[in-house]
């Protein structure tokens, strides 16, 4: 019997993956980038077992049985065991192929919220098969195949995804490219909008961008592709006033080839663009303060969360404002409503209250999250940590809550 | 003395106008088409007198007196007394270029609406001006110095403005290519929708689309010539169903560039959103019916408010699925929420009402304004009519409060 236990990372796009040339290997149009989010925060979490004892593989997802059937779990499990197969195999360790799995994932955050849980699980899931197999090598593309932004949260810090130019897709790799405090004390708040709106899912909705927009033609021939480069200039200067207009930009980018798909696909709610709007009020002030470096950027995914990147200078600012022009319904604590990395509150100045305008009204966001950038996935080596008993590979009673 | 009283319609666009490539003559990107509206329900109303006993040109908005400096009326008067002094003019006529000028204007639907009243405002302006001063040939490039659509209002039916290649802008004129009954008892819908967002005004707007947007340059160069051609295609074979979709995907492209630009011009609500998104699933069970000449299309200009073309078969059931969809507020009664056209309430089948969703609000649309397609500018020639008074040269105290 051999069992390992991972944490794996959420990642926000900052050059947006929108869009698909093979459907089923998950190769994208275009090359993204995106930062890995702490695990403090919001992470999934695999405990991966294997042994001769198994009479068949299990799965479960937050407490759930799940089928394995799944094609893109499939996917995965099957390029693993390839890998796995390919590698000399010492002495009896060949057999362990053989054996069945018991799979159990979870995220320490909620799936519904529309927070790129599919991207931190997969990568758990891959990065904790790699351990139980001793798989060497890149897992990124692995991961790809089983969400296409989950190759992004195989490592941490700054992680730029190449769409890679081969049809078999194994040049389809994330690779790190900037540590996790390239951008020293960064924040990041994520701000969970309230929304009722039946939303298309992701793959839908690029699929249809691809087949309908004309627009999405130039994203892809020419617009991303010379953003991709002055991001990557803005990266390796760390120039932030510039790593925040291309990150809002290319938000903004992605949401119009989405309104030019044809029906519309439209993720941005009032709200959505309430947030956007308040951003570009404050940073306007610190232009005009000469403070560019204290700038903060919007980026939006197939959804109406607002990710905000936000300078740990003014990050208790930032917090206090969206607190004042986004306030927490009424039967919400400041504690329940503001989540994640503890921040004191401050004074807003009548120059920030202004910006709120008139029509303030609680309850248009659920919740904050304030988190930072962090690492790519973990091994958990304490046993207490797993989520499968090791004595029986079933679920333990606390994990089927979570 | 010599005085004119006219009115002029509103005109909704199919293809848009979005950017200008001269800001001074207004003169557009790309060639644009729209429908002229009825004015049974929705017209600006001018009256000119000239006369040689006024002491200065006045001029009166809507029962307010305004200032004639605005630089785009000048514009306009400019051009028409520079037509009117190369007419080959007999005996006194002459003088009546030296005559001072009043002018008084009002609409006939809420200016604050957005609802396209300087277009009207700007057909009728320059059209009363043209009847005054006895100027023939066209007007329309006249009224493109007020406002860009405005030309647009100067012809009945279904007009195209023609974006012309000279610099001085002479060829940059509309031109009507159908007549009103092009396609029979067309009807149109406006949405009105509630709305408290700050809006950026049209001129600012497409400016900054121009200038940061780079799917506008996509737009300008590429998609927006090829869904001309398609366009004035499906209306020369009166083909409806394409005519819908070519409609519906200008206003998205619009909108998506306006998404693109930096910061962002948005429009649309989620109200907005929420009426295209009935208009699609209306048109999916039409298509499942094989009724594809029954389908509607919307439309939506600088502002949340939706225009519904609707074939005249169907409106009664559209009107009936809007009501549905989008309730009045309680204090209103369905003859104030519906205005214009009667059209007697038809029972929804379930098919229809199931498409409304779930969350059905009251007070989303302020109300419906139901009209047609209709002719270009008249000559009023009723005295009673008139908005100054014959003897003083004054607004008359009824239209003060229009």
Redesign the interface.
């Known amino acids: 019997m051999k069992t390992v236990t991972c944490t794996a990372p959420v990642n926000i796009a900052v050059i947006k993956y929108w869009g698909k040339r093979d459907e089923k290997l998950i190769l994208p149009l275009n090359d993204s980038i995106s930062f890995t989010l702490s695990q403090d925060d919001m992470c999934a979490k695999t405990t991966v077992t294997i042994s001769p004892k198994f009479t068949e593989d299990k799965f479960w997802l937050n407490g759930k049985e799940e089928s394995l059937e799944n094609p893109r779990i499939q996917n995965c499990l099957k390029e693993i065991r390839r890998r796995a197969s390919k590698r000399k195999l010492e002495g009896s360790a060949e057999d362990i192929l053989n054996w069945h799995i018991h799979i159990c994932s979870a995220n320490n955050f909620p799936t519904a919220a529309g927070l790129a849980s599919s991207a931190a699980g997969y990568a758990c899931l891959v990065y904790a098969l790699g351990q139980v197999y001793g798989i060497e090598g890149d897992l990124s593309s692995i991961a790809r195949q089983g969400s296409g932004s989950a190759c992004r949260s195989i490592y941490g810090g700054l992680v730029r995804w190449h769409k890679g130019e081969l049809e078999d897709g194994t040049d389809s790799i994330a690779r790190p490219i900037a540590p996790a405090d390239h951008f020293p004390n960064l924040r990041v708040i994520i701000c969970v909008a309230n929304s009722?709106?039946?939303k298309t899912g992701s793959t839908d909705g690029m699929r249809q961008t691809v087949q309908t927009?004309?627009?999405m033609?130039?994203?892809i021939k020419?617009?991303v592709v010379s953003r991709m480069e002055s991001m990557i200039k803005a990266i390796k200067d760390k120039n932030w006033p510039a790593f925040c207009?291309l990150t809002?930009?290319d938000s903004?980018?992605m949401?119009?080839?989405c309104?030019?798909?044809?029906?519309?696909c439209?993720y941005m709610?009032?709200t959505s663009?309430a947030v956007?709007?308040l951003v570009?009020q404050y940073n306007d002030l610190k232009i005009s303060q000469r403070d560019i470096n204290h700038k903060v950027c919007y980026t939006f995914d197939a959804g109406p969360n607002a990710c905000l990147f936000v300078p740990g200078a003014v990050v208790e600012e930032v917090l206090a404002l969206l607190l004042f022009a986004f306030p927490p319904s009424s039967s919400q604590s400041p504690a329940e409503y503001v989540r994640g990395i503890q921040a004191h509150p401050v004074t807003l100045s009548k120059e920030l209250t202004s910006m709120a305008?008139?029509?303030i009204e609680s309850g248009k966001l659920m919740y904050l999250i304030h988190t930072k950038v962090g690492d790519g996935p973990r091994v958990i080596p304490d046993a207490d940590e797993s989520l499968l008993d090791a004595t029986t590979g079933l679920p333990k009673p606390a994990s089927g809550a979570a």
């Open positions: 009722e709106r039946k927009s004309k627009l033609q130039h994203r020419e617009s207009d809002m930009a903004n980018e949401h119009a080839v309104q030019d798909t044809f029906p519309p439209v709610t009032d663009h956007a709007n570009h305008g008139e029509d």
